[in-house]
């Protein structure tokens, strides 16, 4: 009976949603319901040098945990939060929300030499908490946002907007040793803020993604440019190598968006992959290319080896997709994840790999450990995903998330499993410990989502955020946890 109440509420509230400042960027239109409509989400994850556990996201909750807070308040609709447990997940050391009086959703972290964590994403609140701002006043209708906290989680470093005249949001964050912030997204503002660019205006009037730099201090700009065609171009996930160049992924349908040195020169489909290369100061273009097949490609996640190999996770759809030395066979009449290596030179596919059933998979995060090995999260909505010494050997039901451990090179499978209730998961961030472990973050709509050694055992909403941990060998899961709190829409539920 409550699964029944869920869907029909979940039904008549889509149709009355407003049009919100949120669905204007052109990926963000692609979240279905589930994401849009989420109470409590984790949409981001990373470590410091103790092994401190860094989530953001965003919630609808005023009853969100808190500890130690900046801001013990929810003001918005919708806020972003930030939360540091301990090493081992047991203890929550603090979390806070930000935010002003609209919405904000936290997107990407990252943690500086300092314990300090910077976060990146969006907002349309026009009092959003700014402290020592490079732009200290929302430019258009939604803007992104750039924000460091100190290392006790209970005070700004800086807080700045960053954005032009219409709408602008960030979903990724790198950090250099010089603590030194780069900053991935979208924007269709023609004025947003270029400095030492590669490209400065936006392609046309639709939209383009972004990098940028900035200070340490967040109160400069050292770069700032558009990368983009004239048709969309959406997405913006970075990574930084050691160099201090930019990797930047994402999706293009522009016939003319910039490429150079490339190992495609022309779209393929109707959406391709794009994978482009900055130079450190940002102003050149060191290679970028198409990468897809005859349908629907999204890049939708980057990391770059040592070498300066990129790997790109994502999704593809329609036939066609580059394979080579592919691990598994696919079926792509639905959709299926691809995971494919790029060398340094950006001219040269290395491995291209697409997996999945006769449902739909999704790549939605990669990250690489310290011996090169490649591990790859993402969705599944089938019972016979492949799978390869699981911890979780049973589809949950409806959408679980899966977890693929590849040998360098990506060219053998360690493992694959399932991880997931009997409702829907959605997996935003992924991490990697110096021992191997993993960690992921995301949203679950499952009241039995696995959980080990909570902090949170019970489900607080009609979706909670979750962190989990699994072993160096895929065996086991170490930690895992509901993180969130219940809404007025979860109450309206309860009641029914």
Known sequence: MKALVFFIIMMGLISLLPFSVFSQLFSLDLDDYLSRLADNSCRGIALDSSGCIYVTGYTRSAEFPRRNAFQSRKEGREDAFVAKFSSSGSTLIYSTYLGGGNREKGEGIAVDHFQCPVIVGMTDSSDFPCHNAYQPKLAGRLDAFIARFDSSGSALVYSTYLGGSRDDAAFDIALDGDGNAYLG??????????????????????????????????????????????????????????????????????????????????????????????????????????????????????????????????????????????????????????????????????????????????????????????????????????????????????????????????????????????????????????SGNVLIAGCTYSYNFPLKSPIQAAMPGLSAGFISEISYSGSSLLFSTFLGGTSPLTRIIHEN
């Open 185 to 434: 997204g979208e924007t269709i503002s023609p004025d947003f803020p270029t400095d030492n660019s590669f490209q400065s205006s936006k392609g046309s009037w639709e939209q383009d993604v972004f990098v940028a730099k900035l200070t340490s201090s967040g109160s400069g700009i050292i770069y700032s440019t558009y990368l983009g065609g004239k048709g969309v171009d959406f997405g913006g996930h970075i990574a930084l190598d050691r160099d201090r160049q930019i990797y930047i992924t994402g999706t293009t349908w522009s016939d003319d968006f910039p490429t150079r040195d490339c190992y495609s020169p022309a779209r393929a489909g109707k959406y391709d992959v794009f994978v482009g290369k900055l130079s450190s100061s940002g102003s050149s273009l060191l290679y970028s290319t198409y990468l897809g097949g005859e349908g629907i490609d999204f890049g939708n996640d980057i990391t770059v080896d040592q070498s300066g190999a990129a790997y790109i996770a994502g999704f593809t759809i329609g036939g066609g997709f580059p394979l080579l030395n592919s691990f598994w066979m696919h079926d792509d009449e639905e959709g299926d994840a691809f995971i494919s290596i790029l060398s340094p030179t950006g001219s040269v596919l290395l491995l291209s790999a697409c997996f999945g059933t006769e449902g739909i998979e999704t790549g939605l995060g990669v990250v690489l450990d310290s011996n090169k090995n490649v591990y790859l999260t993402g969705t599944s909505n089938n019972a016979q995903f492949p799978l390869r010494n699981p911890f979780q050997a049973e589809w949950g039901g409806d959408e679980d998330l899966f977890l693929i451990k590849l040998s360098p090179g990506g060219g053998n499978v360690i493992y694959s499993s399932y991880l997931g209730g009997d409702e829907y998961e959605r997996p935003y961030g992924i991490a990697i410990r110096s």
